[in-house]
């Protein structure tokens, strides 16, 4: 079943469960929705439903939901032919099962389709003498071909208004009629079409609707005639001034402004409440400050995402509110990030070197290497995965990851001799009573030079955005400030497949050749600032983001605007679309 129908499933509110376990529903339809897969084998479900449980914790002790789902796969059709009568029985036995339609009482609407979709499951039973057995497919195929056919009207209770539409008010009395856009060239906008089943020709011989541009010009003109006949009182309007001729039932009517036709005035009773009285304005943008207990050992995307948006940090670490994943194909970018850091530390533990890596290229033994590790990293990332990868699709997988491996190892060989001392290497530090995990993807020892810190990312760098109040990124800022030594190099490698670069900032002349110094480079000039400096001035910054996260500090304010935004994807929780210029 594709994704977009079983979320719908698991989100419903009209199956059993539906509304007492909605939150639990929610999380499992997000969760399941971070996988990336668009199509769901409903036989891995109760497999998901256990992985779901043991990576977030829930409890689904009780869960109508997996309990239904279990029962459900007990009573596959499988390959057997029925006719629509034990179809239809099949089919509602099926709805049973899942508690349609739901423990909440249905409103008018929803009970009327109740009542026709009973209905056409009635005149599908009655198809056996007509169609004979058929398969599951074959007779679900049938029976949403039936379901699409049968219009489907709400029919209103008595109210003093009626809203209709032309065709179904032809025929009726009222007291007073008001017919709207009658200058509109598509009046009435009727769905009419030739009935397919019968000879156009002899629809056009009995003049029936739509059959030809006459036909529809006699319609057009018998329901004007009709509808002006159907009141004592009849008001025929249009938009504005319009050189549209009107069918001449409308035309004969007195013309006037509808100012002369003393319609009551419409009451905001909105705006009339809020006039009773003053309106309060509050700005509230904390929320509760962390207790001591609370900010130790925190992650370090904390800082990334209070420099992006104070709210976005508060939304995404205080209230654990995440945005549903679209729906794509194959692995999301978080995973695909992943999977290449995971593939780079396997690389770096048999490539120890920069000597290492240049005799494996003079070797050739390289690619067989890389396609050893990029297979190996596979096997091990998949057995993660509730939902197993497709063959064809961890072939692409694969030879993408080879191919970004290959190339980035090139990059490498441009550098000055390296030699990896930490891959994945962590660290802790504390700022303005915060105690925070710093973490990198790889130390290397450059020479006499000192260290060299990096961190992959798929997107390119600009040390520009380490500048200001609220430095982009500040992974390996973090973590420089947590060492303590000076590194001679902090270095960003993007590796993807529209760019491969090695960005950053050293105070080491030579550790990329490409690099300048630090303190000959424009961002010096432009910041005034030594090294030393330049690192007093991080630690006020990143102190600051620290405090105010501590604070509370859930002020809706994006970095970047709109980008910030797309990248966030939580606007319904902060509402920045209703925010009031100041």
């Known amino acids: 079943v594709s994704m977009r129908v079983l979320s719908r499933i698991v989100r419903s509110p009209f199956l059993a469960g539906g509304i007492a376990e909605a939150a639990r529903r929610a999380r499992f339809d997000t969760w399941i929705r971070e996988q990336g897969s668009v199509d769901i084998d409903l036989r891995h479900l109760p497999e998901m439903l256990e992985s779901f449980r043991h990576v977030t914790g829930l409890s689904t002790d009780d869960f109508t939901f997996e309990r239904t789902i279990h029962t459900m796969l007990e009573t596959q059709p499988g390959a057997q032919v029925l006719t629509p009568s034990d179809w239809s029985g099949y089919f509602r036995k099926l709805l049973n099962l899942f508690g349609w339609p739901g423990e909440t009482k249905l409103n008018a609407i929803q009970a009327q389709a109740h009542r026709v979709f009973t209905l056409v499951q009635r005149d599908f039973s009655s ?21 699409r056919q049968r219009m489907f009207r709400f029919e209103a209770p008595n109210v003093p208004i009626l809203v209709l539409d032309p065709v179904d008010a032809a025929g009726l009395q009222f007291d007073h009629l008001w017919i709207c856009s009658t200058a509109d060239p598509a009046w009435p906008q009727s769905d009419l079409k030739p009935n397919p089943l019968i000879p156009l020709e002899w629809q056009q011989e009995c003049g029936l609707p739509a059959s030809s541009p006459q036909a529809s010009a006699n319609f057009r003109s018998e329901l004007a005639s009709k509808l002006c006949a159907s009141a004592t009182h009849v008001v025929a309007s249009q938009v504005g001034e319009s050189d549209v001729l009107m069918e001449a039932a409308f035309r004969q009517l007195p013309q006037t402004d509808s100012d002369e036709l003393q319609l ?47 709210f976005q940090s508060f939304a995404r670490m205080r209230l654990d509110a995440r945005a549903p994943k679209p729906l794509r194909p194959g692995l999301l970018p978080e995973a695909r990030i992943m999977l290449l850091r995971m593939a780079l530390e396997h690389v770096w533990h048999r490539i120890e ?115 200001g109040e609220r430095p982009d990124s500040p992974v390996l800022i973090l973590y420089a400030l947590a060492t303590e030594e000076t590194p001679a190099a902090l270095l960003s490698g993007c590796v993807a497949t529209e760019r491969m670069s090695l ?56 970095k970047y605007g709109d980008e910030t935004c797309r990248q966030c994807r939580l606007q319904s929780l902060c509402r920045i679309g209703e925010k009031v210029p100041a």
């Open 127 to 147: 198809l056996d003498m007509i169609t004979g057995e058929l398969p599951a497919a074959e007779a679900l195929r049938l029976f949403r071909q039936l379901l």
């Open 264 to 310: 009551a005035e419409l009451t905001d009773y909105r705006q009339a409440l809020v006039g009773t009285t003053d309106m309060e304005t509050i700005e509230d943008v904390n929320g509760p400050q962390l207790d001591p207990v609370e900010l130790l050992d925190l992650d370090q995307q904390v800082l990334a995402l209070q420099a992006a948006c104070p």
């Open 503 to 558: 960005d950053g900032i050293q105070h080491e002349a030579g550790v990329v050749s490409s690099l300048p110094v630090y303190e000959y480079s424009d961002v010096a000039r432009e910041s005034g600032l030594g090294w030393d400096q330049l690192l007093e001035h991080w630690r006020t910054m990143l102190s600051n983001l620290g405090r105010e996260f501590a604070q509370g500090d859930a002020r809706v304010m994006p």
């Open 353 to 467: 070197s920069s000597d290492v890596l240049q005799a494996a290229l003079a070797g050739e033994h390289l690619e067989v290497q890389v396609w050893e590790i990029a297979d190996t990293v596979l096997a091990v990332f998949e057995r993660k995965l509730p939902v197993h990868l497709s063959r064809r699709y961890r072939a692409l997988e694969h030879a993408r990851l080879v191919r970004l491996l290959l190339q980035w190892l090139r990059i490498e060989t441009r550098r000055a001799p390296f030699t990896v001392m930490r891959t994945d290497a962590h660290a802790s530090i504390e700022m303005a009573g915060i105690s925070l995990r710093a973490q990198v993807d790889r130390i290397d020892q450059v020479d006499a030079r000192g260290s060299a810190i990096i961190a992959y990312d798929t997107e390119p760098f600009s040390v520009e955005h380490w500048l």
